[in-house]
């Protein structure tokens, strides 16, 4: 059966496209954190959506389900195919072109398959902005984007990556084409397929291209770090620089200082520039279309205001892009260092800005009971409330054994934590996997019934992605 699949497979798609020995296909079958390895009959490297359909027709007649990847950075296995060696990985990367940058309308067309980076890169060449920036960016893909609904460090001005997206192709389940590449700011034509597919995590449809919104690209930038005492203050100096700074607010990072120890210790070239190593340091950028002059002059008076009424305690202002930079790469270094360090448990999870303090000092407060010398390597993009609360193993205890015995228990008291505080357990990395089973709790019944018959009714054979975020 195999080998006649196989066979009616190159008949689709050259056969230098689809890997089969074991050693081609081990880099698509192991996840970014290691926690999954799959196995998968083949590896398929498609070119073009007419391929796509036809493979979806192909492996439907096979009972074959399709794993789609992009470039496999993401955090919850959501593109490791299962055990069962009955699935293929279907992986865009050969889908890599940007077919149109409209000035006017201010919008890139583009396959699913382009790099992140690569997409920045393009817009700014033309002098636009393509706003959405994370730390994968220079391997993840706009596909994998938008099918994880990606965040990263710009969504408190310019949302994620839903926000950005104005239209889709997606090969359906069934292996129809749907062109919705339509670059419009307004379209209330009934139901949003658009918006359905965004975040499905590759269980709905394969998506194959996209139009997604630019901006103008600013001419002035300025950065600053800045030493935080408590989560409190630094609620309330976000909320001074929402007042103050408005629109020009483009970034708001905390870390804490055992996150920027962890950094340093394995990245040793990234040190704090603030003195003392702070409880908290915060990472702000303000970005504009006026001069350079006029946005340094605000960022100094909201300092200022904010020492004044004691909000800060130190701060440093970068003096050119590199340094700017440099405190970019050292918020951004905290994943490295911890991927450095051994396995982490992840919690990537919002709560409202109004609840965080009493959230994080409650939960720190039961963790650290419960599993004295754990390191609560805090983080995250506090503008946004989306906290990456990630336990690692004491010092000096091997992580793995630590996550085998406490993995369960841990993640349960803070999920239980963030319902308690009517947050959300998944952020911005999506479900995958790794929170199929917690979703059913968090959703609660109603909301999973209803995400279970959106599934099957668009993939009633079950064939994209199974048991990933909800199984049927
Ligand atoms: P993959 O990992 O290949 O796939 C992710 C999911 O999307 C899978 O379920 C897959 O089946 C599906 N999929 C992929 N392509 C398609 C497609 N064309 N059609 C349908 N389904 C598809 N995430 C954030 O949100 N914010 C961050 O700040 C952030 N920082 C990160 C930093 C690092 C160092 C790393 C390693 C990851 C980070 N991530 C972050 C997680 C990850 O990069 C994102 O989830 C990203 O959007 C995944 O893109 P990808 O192309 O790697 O997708
Ligand atoms: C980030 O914000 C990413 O840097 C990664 O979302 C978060 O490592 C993490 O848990
Ligand atoms: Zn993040």
């Given amino acids: 059966m195999t080998d006649k699949f196989l066979e009616q497979l190159r008949q689709i798609i050259d056969q230098q496209y689809i890997l089969t020995a074991d050693h081609d296909k081990e880099p698509y079958l192991t996840d970014w954190r290691k926690r999954y390895t799959g196995k998968a009959l083949a590896i398929v490297l498609p070119r073009t959506s007419s391929e796509i359909a036809k493979i979806v027709h192909l492996c439907a007649s096979n009972n074959i389900c399709i794993v789609p990847q992009g470039g496999h950075t993401g955090f919850c296995g959501g593109a490791t195919p299962d055990q069962s060696g009955n699935q293929i990985v279907l992986n865009l990367k050969r889908m890599n072109s940007i077919l149109q940058i409209d000035e006017a309308n201010q919008t890139i067309t583009l396959e699913a398959g382009c790099i992140l980076q690569n997409i920045q890169e393009a817009a700014a060449a033309k002098g636009f902005l393509f706003p959405l920036s994370l730390g994968a960016e220079g391997s993840c893909m706009i596909g994998g984007n938008l099918a994880t609904n990606a965040g990263g460090t710009n969504v408190l001005r310019y949302g994620n990556t839903r926000d950005l997206c104005l239209g889709l192709e ?130 100094e008076d909201i300092l200022q205001d904010a020492f004044e009424s004691e909000l800060i305690s130190d701060a440093v202002i970068a003096s050119n892009l590199s340094q700017a930079n440099a405190f970019w790469h ?51 993009h506090l503008g946004d409330g989306n906290l990456h609360y990630n336990i690692a193993a004491p010092q000096g205890v091997a992580p793995k054994e630590f996550n085998r015995l406490n993995e369960k228990p841990i993640h349960e008291l803070v999920y239980a934590q963030v319902e308690r505080f009517r947050g959300s357990i998944s952020a911005e990395h999506g479900v995958g996997q790794l929170k199929l089973e917690g979703l059913r709790a968090h959703k609660g019944e109603v909301a999973h019934e209803l995400m279970k018959s959106v599934k099957r009714a668009l993939d009633p054979q079950n064939l994209l992605n199974p048991h990933k975020v909800v199984s049927i």
């Fill in 330 to 380: 050292m918020r951004e270094h905290i994943t490295l260092a911890q991927a450095e360090e051994g396995a982490n448990l992840k919690h990537d999870i919002t709560i409202p800005l109004s609840a965080l303090d009493d959230f994080m000092r409650d939960t720190d407060a039961l963790i650290r009971a419960k599993y004295p010398g754990v390191r609560i390597i805090n983080f995250g």
């Fill in 170 to 299: 997606v090969v359906t389940a069934k292996g129809e084409i749907w062109n919705g590449l339509k670059g419009l700011r307004k379209d209330n034509t009934g139901y949003d397929l658009r918006d359905l597919f965004v975040g499905s995590e590759g269980t709905l449809g394969i998506i194959t291209a996209a139009v997604m919104k630019l901006y103008p690209l600013p001419i002035s930038q300025w950065t600053t770090l800045v030493a935080v005492d408590d989560v409190r203050s630094t609620i309330a100096l976000l909320n001074l620089f929402q007042k103050r700074a408005t629109s020009l607010l483009t970034g708001f990072e905390m870390m804490t200082n055992e996150s920027l120890v962890l950094t340093h210790k394995h990245f040793p070239q990234m040190g704090n520039p603030l003195k003392g190593n702070p409880p908290y340091t915060v990472l702000i950028e303000l970005s504009d279309h006026e001069s350079e002059a006029h946005v340094r002059q605000l960022l």
